[in-house]
């Protein structure tokens, strides 16, 4: 397995295996590896004649400092993950420095108004430190195809914003989400949640279910309401939202429309560890 730290070594390497026919599929990634990143890297080796997982925590898409400082960094066993679905993947493991050159600071995007929705009121910021670092990343591997999961479904949408705006040559793919055997969504920060409360967070999916199953019948509304006091009486957890919105847009549902597909949002925290997970509402 090669292993680069800087991307003028990355950059060298790829130009001396690829040619005009080469396909290098992509999968961006803040390391602490779980079996969700492991199934892009599957589809990646698919599809691509070559591919590169980055690993980099990136500085700028964190509002929340010490949300920074605690986020796991596991690069050695990542790479045994890695090795055990092939030798052939390349990793980019950059240091700040390397990716910001010494100006760790975002550029501003206009995503449409994707970037105002949901994650973009709570975490202001947010996206433009998103778009900064993927861009990059864009720039430095020269990907056929980047793979992201649909776990950060509005970090999706956005991407592919951003690649249709500034007209990057590269297909974006969304990849389905991996859950714990409890329907828990797998993150990252699950191995900041003790035994516990990794077992009660199955209460989020759970509740994700319930609601696609209400809102054939109810409103986005009605929803909602139920959500929010399913969580009122749950001490354990504190619902930061829940939001019914346009698959497209992004926009709340306010009524409902046949032409269009809905999805539900939901953030929550469990003892200060903020947690995410979506679900299609088709």
């Known amino acids: 397995m090669l292993i680069f730290n800087t991307q003028n070594e990355l950059v060298s390497y790829l130009a001396t295996v690829s040619n005009a026919t080469t396909t290098i599929g992509f999968v ?92 973009g009121q709570f975490r202001p910021g947010h996206f433009n430190g998103v778009g900064t670092i993927v861009k990059r990343l864009f720039e430095i591997v020269k990907p056929t195809h980047a793979y992201f999961g649909e776990k950060d479904f509005q970090q999706l949408q956005i991407v592919k914003k951003m690649v249709e705006k500034a007209k990057i040559p590269v297909k974006v793919i969304g990849c389905p989400i991996f859950r714990e055997p409890n329907g828990l969504a797998m993150s990252s920060r699950n191995e900041r949640l003790s035994d516990t409360e990794k077992k009660e967070a199955a209460i989020i999916y759970k509740t994700l279910l319930q609601a696609k199953k209400l809102f054939p019948t109810k409103s986005a509304a009605a929803v909602s309401h139920w959500v929010k006091k399913t969580f009122d009486q749950n001490s354990n957890f504190t619902l930061e939202y829940f939001q019914i919105a346009d698959e497209a847009s992004l926009l709340p549902c306010i009524r409902k429309s046949k032409n269009k597909k809905y999805r539900a949002f939901i953030a929550v925290f469990v003892n200060n560890i903020r947690l995410i997970d979506t679900i299609s509402l088709k």
């Open 28 to 119: 961006p990634t803040m390391g602490a590896l779980h079996q969700g990143h492991l199934s892009l890297l599957s589809d990646a080796l698919k599809n691509n004649s070559i591919v590169v997982m980055s690993i980099f925590v990136n500085p700028t898409q964190f509002n929340n400092q010490e949300d920074l400082a605690k986020y796991p960094r596991t690069l050695e066993t990542d790479i045994e993950k890695i090795k055990s679905v092939s030798d052939k993947i390349i990793v980019y493991a950059p240091s700040v420095e390397d990716i910001y050159n010494g100006n760790t600071v975002s550029q501003h995007f206009d995503f449409d108004g994707l970037e105002n929705q949901m994650e």
